[in-house]
């Protein structure tokens, strides 16, 4: 969440921020709400003075007590209530993007950092070039399930492991977490309130399956206070959503499913190291791409296409040739200290005083990776993925 002692003091700047990525006025429905709460906040504070008195009161005093009791009692109820209504409204209030996140709403608004690599003429979808079983996908599970069978799996598990393989020679600790997590894990790294309609839920235990790890990788530290930094894990999960705004051609094949795999970043960092540490994360993530021969670009997201925790996002976009456009297989994205904040996370400064950490996540691969190289390469598989079992080319 935001610093609100911060907004308090310089409104004007956070609302100028927020207002990029339209959330001008759930900014000031936060301003509003707090200070609600804190018109009331000194008149219980007087009333909870009144209560101590000095030795043993009088028969007048303590007839004066009662009605003070009694205000008091109303009061504290109805601060309570207006606490939560501040509360709830800062949870609705997303983090101010960094000034050189893109202008704009939407991923059109998007700016092209940089491009590698020849984009091919237009060639059959990965539907056609490898076995991904959509029917009987949809007969165990429903719509927009797949069955990953043969080559194609052989294919995905291999760079899931190149994938863990260069990110833990980079200094990430691997970690395989839970996928079904609670409530506090999702509110803090900032899906919930805003993306809840957006994950499956198991109510009967309280529990959300998660769209990344990302969510447990932060949860790990839930409340804690951190010692040293920066803390780096990578992790392989299973990832599920809705994914109920997508249609068109984005629902056809493995392309935008409800189950995916996915190896992801998480760092822990100074907030004074953490805009190096976005670019490091993409400087992780470019190589690996480049590694393979895909053709690519990055761009710097808009403010308003940002996840409601993200300062800024680089996303790494591989070129699709049954599409003829460049479609999103990595993100990276700085959250400064909206999601430690959140998560009651701090670290120990040298001064022994407790501050906020910054967070950070980027994606290293997914399943999309394999259309990527099946559309691009006819299903001949890059030589460097061979020696984590993938086979030469892929076959339907």
């Known amino acids: 969440m935001i610093d609100l002692r911060a907004a308090r003091s310089d409104p004007d700047a956070y609302r100028a921020a927020l207002a990029r990525r339209g959330a001008g006025e759930a900014f000031d429905e936060l301003l509003a709400a707090d200070e609600r709460w804190r018109a009331l906040v000194p008149r219980v504070d007087e009333l ?21 009791k009694e205000e008091l009692t109303a009061l504290e109820a109805q601060l309570a209530e207006l606490e939560a209504e501040r509360d709830t409204a800062l949870g609705r209030v997303p983090n101010l993007p960094h ?16 491009e590698w690599g020849e984009r091919g003429a237009e060639g059959p979808e990965h539907l056609e070039l490898a076995g991904y079983d959509m029917e009987r996908g949809a007969k165990i599970s429903g719509a927009r399930f797949g069955v990953i069978v043969g080559d194609a799996a052989l294919l995905s598990l291999a760079l899931y492991r190149l994938a863990l393989d260069r990110l833990c020679a980079a200094g990430f600790t691997p970690v395989l977490p839970p996928v079904l997590v609670r409530e506090e894990a999702m509110y803090g790294t900032g899906f919930f309130p805003s993306e809840k309609n957006d994950y499956y839920s198991v109510p009967e235990d309280g529990l959300y399956l998660v769209g ?17 930094l920066p803390i780096r894990y990578c992790a392989y999960s299973s990832c599920f959503r809705r994914e109920s705004g997508s249609a068109g051609r984005d629902t056809r094949g493995m392309f935008r499913v ?36 895909l053709p690519y670009r990055v761009v710097n997201s808009a403010a308003g296409d940002l996840s409601a925790a993200a300062a800024k996002r680089y996303d790494i976009e591989a070129w699709f040739p049954s599409q003829q456009r460049y479609r999103e297989i990595t993100s990276c994205s700085n959250t400064t200290d909206f999601q430690a904040r959140r998560s009651g996370i701090r670290y ?10 910054h967070t950070l996540n980027g994606t290293a691969v997914t399943d999309r990776w394999a259309l990527a190289i099946l559309e691009n390469f006819g299903g001949e598989v890059p030589e460097g993925l061979r020696e984590f079992g993938a086979p030469e080319r892929v076959t339907p």
Do not use: C, N
């Open 48 to 68: 909870r003075a009144k209560q101590k008195l000095p030795g043993k009161p009088t028969p007048e005093q303590l007839e004066e007590l009662r009605g003070v």
């Open 99 to 114: 000034e050189s996140a893109a202008d704009g709403m939407s991923d059109e608004d998007a700016i092209v950092v940089r």
């Open 212 to 228: 990344t790890s990302e969510v447990p990788l932060i949860a790990m530290h839930l409340g804690e206070i951190l010692e040293t």
């Open 258 to 293: 409800h189950q995916f795999q996915k190896v992801e970043m998480v760092a822990y960092v100074h907030p004074d190291e953490s805009w190096d540490e976005h670019e490091r994360l993409l400087e992780i993530e470019e190589p690996l791409v480049r590694e393979l021969g």
């Open 348 to 357: 120990r400064a040298d001064d022994k005083r407790l501050e906020t950490p």
